[in-house]
T-cell receptor
Framework: DTGVSQDPRHKITKRGQNVTFRCDPI?????LYWYRQTLGQGPEFLTY????????KSRLLSDRFSAERPKGSFSTLEIQRTEQGDSAMYLC????????????FGAGTRLSVL | LAKTTQPISMDSYEGQEVNITCSHN???????ITWYQQFPSQGPRFIIQ???TKVTNEVASLFIPADRKSSTLSLPRVSLSDTAVYYC?????????FGAGTRLTVKP
């Protein structure tokens, strides 16, 4: 399977814990995006990378959210001190060099904060 | 920033053509319009993308008027398997705005 891969698919955590999600983009895609999707809503843009550079991060929901893509390949999204309102699906997408936002999405990580 | 709005739901019957319109009044010059299909517990799946006028591929057509303030996804001859949520995305270099989605139900 050469699509966008996200791990884990499901995460259950207790309020106050830190969680980290991983995204592996399609090989050689240089752009990588993170979104949050709550029930009944469209994906909400959080941040994106071009190679290892994080070009937009003002949409991260709070300073508890951070993302990295240290070598320009896989990326991680971390949420510190989780709150119940963080419960959602976290989606990752990637797009190829030169592609104007034809983004290919992974299946997402569903986070439940108890 | 472009705000995108879509109808919440639509019903259709097998074999009919379905048109779903998205409004994006504040679209910027460098924004593209992309449509996605999403099934439960899956990520959005790319359908079609355009900038202006008409684009057609093997599964859909996309109509964008000259002012680009709206776009219409056209699905020819839908089948039961097309029952899903359809999203429009208006995206520029640093801003991505999805609509809230249109839930399409195809009936036999």
């Amino acid at each position: 399977d050469t699509g966008v891969s996200q791990d884990p698919r499901h995460k259950i955590t207790k309020r106050g814990q830190n969680v980290t999600f991983r995204c592996d983009p399609i090989s050689e895609h240089n752009r990588l995006y993170w979104y949050r999707q709550t029930l009944g809503q469209g994906p909400e843009f959080l941040t994106y990378f071009q190679n290892e550079a994080q070009l937009e991060k003002s949409r991260l929901l709070s300073d508890r959210f951070s993302a990295e893509r240290p070598k320009g390949s896989f990326s991680t999204l971390e949420i510190q001190r989780t709150e119940q309102g963080d419960s959602a699906m976290y989606l990752c997408a990637s797009s190829p060099r030169g592609g104007v936002n034809i983004q290919y999405f992974g299946a997402g990580t569903r986070l439940s904060v108890l | 920033l472009a705000k995108t709005t879509q109808p919440i739901s639509m019903d259709s019957y097998e074999g009919q053509e379905v048109n779903i319109t998205c409004s994006h009044n504040n679209i910027a010059t460098n924004d593209y319009i992309t449509w996605y299909q999403q099934f439960p517990s899956q990520g959005p799946r790319f359908i079609i993308q355009g900038y202006k006028t008409k684009v057609t591929n093997e599964v859909a057509s996309l109509f964008i008027p000259a002012d680009r303030k709206s776009s219409t996804l056209s699905l020819p001859r839908v089948s039961l398997s097309d029952t899903a949520v359809y999203y429009c995305l208006v995206a520029g270099y640093n801003d991505m705005r999805f609509g809230a989605g249109t839930r399409l139900t195809v009936k036999p």
